[in-house]
Every structure is written in structure tokens, then in C-alpha cells.
């Protein structure tokens, strides 16, 4: 056949064009397995660090509700977005939950601050309402519940948390994905349209990644600085002026 009668090349079904997306996510997930994980021969959080855990949580439930809402705010009337009200509906719960547990713990997130990665992934990139179709299947591809996971099997045993604890992730990333593949059905219809959401879940899972070896960063500065103070109240330092 003359290649000058060939027409240009279809679109993949949207719902095929996820699934690869997602396949493709999943493998470079994979492949990152082979660089030692935030829990690689690491013994259980110490209290410090479960209360840095917490407070990291309490951060990110605020600024997802708020990009949650400003997607749903920047289209009205759109019955797609509709469905992330049934995330912001957990927001106001969680956050409680985790606010009550670390005062039982004597904290507040009162001088707490992220890295500037985690501003950069969720404050920045998702926060945006350029393309929001774009951002609701990037949000739900490159939503990974493996460092929440990792975070749980490093938990004490007795974290006072209930059963139904924002800690617990399994019901939280079934609903991203629902609505990531009701978006790519209604928006990824065309090859342009795929190409940039295809580079946008690509940019969230690199920001995921950085914004994830931050928290292995900070979680490995507290181990040093209890390891430190540690050997100092076993090793007291005698001022050159005593006998």
C-alpha cells in the first residue's frame, strides 16, 4: 500500500492509553526497587521520628484538600471533578485524627516545616489549574502508597492510632484511580492530548521520587542527631577548667 494514502495515526483508546500509562509507571516503580528503600535494614520509627511521620501527614492532607478544592473550584459544573469531593470529604476527618494523636504525643505542627521538595511535588506541581484533566491522572498514576506502606512496617506496634487512621492508605488510592481513568476517558481522546498527559504523569512521578528520598533524607538526619545525642549522655564531655 502507498504510504501516501495511510492517514495520520490513531489515538489509543483512552482507557488502553491508561492502562500503558499506568504499566509503564508501575515498571519504573520496579525498577527503582533495585536503590535501598526508606526501610531497607532499618529498625522501627523512635518516637521523634513517628511524630515527624505525623506531622508530615497532617502537611499533606492540608495541601492536597487544597488543590483538590481548587480543581474542583477552577470547573464548576463538571461531573468528572464531582468525584474528588469524596476525597475532601475525609480531609476535615484525618487531619483530627492525626492533630489529637500528636497532642497526645505533646506536639502541635506549630514550627513544623517541609522540604522543598515536597513544596515542589504537591504545593507547586499538583496545586496548579492549568490542564486539570492532565493533573487528576497524574495525581492518580503517580500516587504511590509504597513509602506510606514502608512508613507502616517501621511504626511501633503501639501507636495509639485508630484502625481507620489516615496512616491506613488502601481506601485512599482506590478513588485516584477511578477518577484518573474517568478523566483520561472524557480528555485523552487525541494524540496531542496524550503526549502531554503522558509528559505530565512523567514529571509527577520524578517530583514523587525526589519528594520521596527527602523524607528517607529527614528520616535519616533524626536517626543521626538521636545517635549523636545518644553518645554524648553516654560520653559526657569534662570542661578543661574541671578536676
Known amino acids: 500500500m502507498n504510504s501516501a494514502t495511510l492517514g495520520p495515526r ?30 531497607e535494614g532499618e529498625c522501627p520509627l523512635t518516637r521523634l521520628q513517628l511524630i515527624e511521620w505525623l506531622q508530615f501527614r497532617y502537611w499533606y492532607l492540608q495541601e492536597e484538600s487544597r488543590f483538590i478544592d481548587s480543581w474542583l473550584s477552577g470547573t464548576p459544573g463538571n461531573e468528572r471533578l464531582a468525584g474528588l469531593g469524596a476525597l475532601l470529604a475525609d480531609q476535615d476527618r484525618q487531619s483530627q485524627q492525626l492533630l489529637t494523636h500528636l497532642e497526645t504525643l505533646g506536639m502541635t505542627t506549630a514550627t513544623w516545616s517541609p522540604e522543598s521538595e515536597w513544596g515542589h511535588w504537591v504545593s507547586e506541581f499538583h496545586a496548579s489549574t492549568d490542564d486539570i484533566p492532565e493533573r487528576i491522572i497524574a495525581y492518580a498514576l503517580a500516587l504511590d502508597p509504597a513509602p ?3 512508613i507502616e512496617r517501621l511504626l511501633p506496634d503501639a501507636t495509639g492510632l485508630p484502625a481507620d487512621s489516615p496512616i491506613s492508605t488502601s481506601a485512599r488510592t482506590r478513588w485516584p484511580m477511578v477518577l484518573g481513568l474517568s478523566a483520561a476517558r472524557e480528555y ?7 503526549a502531554h498527559t503522558r509528559a505530565r504523569v512523567m514529571h509527577a512521578f520524578e517530583l514523587e521520587q525526589k ?17 549523636a545525642n545518644d553518645a554524648v549522655e553516654e560520653n559526657p564531655v569534662i570542661g578543661l577548667g574541671n578536676s
Not at 500503558?20 to 533495585?34: F, G, M, P, Y
Not at 485523552?188 to 496524550?194: C, F, P
Not at 519528594?211 to 545517635?227: G, K, Y
Open 188 to 194: 485523552a481522546t487525541t494524540l496531542e492530548r496524550q
Open 211 to 227: 519528594a520521596r528520598l527527602a523524607f528517607s533524607r529527614r528520616i535519616r538526619s533524626l536517626r543521626a542527631q538521636a545517635a
Open 10 to 39: 490513531p489515538a489509543k483508546d483512552p482507557t488502553a492509553f491508561f492502562d500503558d500509562l499506568a504499566q509503564t509507571v508501575k515498571a519504573r516503580r520496579e525498577a527503582l526497587q533495585q536503590t535501598p528503600s526508606l526501610s
Open 148 to 150: 506510606m506502606e514502608a
